[in-house]
């Protein structure tokens, strides 16, 4: 086949599946989980259910493909934030912002008890864990954040009390909780 018909047939393969993803997603927050049928999917998406099952065998294969493709943006943003340029503690802090501000608005639903099972979770940890690593150690060589402890360790610290961002009632506690964090790995004066 010619390159620029490949092209288009992923294009379209990725329209449908993105489609079909954005649509779920919308179908479970105004109906709830277990209401959620393909037949409700292919419908709400425009397609044939011949079509969608071709791209996935049930409704929890959908929401695990959104709940991926999520993770993969969350991965994206913490890239660059790390990325960013400015002073170590800086671009902790606000990594660390983003961090628990996803983990105040996505976590605690049934949902997300289904779909942080699956493999995809790990893997995302790891990166976001070398993400921080990396900057806590740039930190610490700039004396910004503290060094008697490896920087894996002060990562794993930061994830492990952001978790209880999970349970916070609002917004400013959540940013109370990143202060906190914040100033146990912040080298003191």
Not at 14 to 27: I, P, Q, S, W
Not at 53 to 62: N, R, S
Not at 156 to 163: G, H, I, N, R, V
């Amino acid at each position: 086949m010619p390159k620029l018909w490949n092209e288009t047939i992923d294009a379209h393969r990725r329209a449908v599946r993105d489609a079909t993803l954005d649509t779920t997603a919308e179908l479970v927050a105004k109906h709830g989980l277990m209401s959620v049928t393909m037949s409700q999917i292919a419908h709400e998406t425009g397609i044939g259910r011949a079509t969608l099952y071709k791209y996935f065998p049930d409704v929890e294969a959908v929401l695990r493909g959104w709940h991926e493709r999520q993770i993969g943006r969350h991965l994206e943003l913490f890239s660059s934030l790390a990325q960013e340029q400015g002073a170590p503690v800086v671009r902790l802090e606000r990594m660390l912002e983003a961090y628990a501000q996803i983990v105040h608005q996505h976590h605690g639903s049934r949902l997300a008890a289904i779909l942080h099972g699956g493999g995809h979770m790990a893997h995302a940890k790891n990166h976001l864990s070398a993400f921080l690593a990396a900057i806590i150690a740039d930190g610490a060589e700039a004396a910004e954040i503290r060094d008697d402890v490896v920087p894996a360790e002060l990562a794993a610290f930061c994830l492990s009390a952001l978790a209880g961002a999970a349970d916070l009632p609002s917004k400013a506690a959540v940013g109370r909780l990143v202060q906190l964090t914040m100033s146990a790995v912040v080298r003191q004066p």
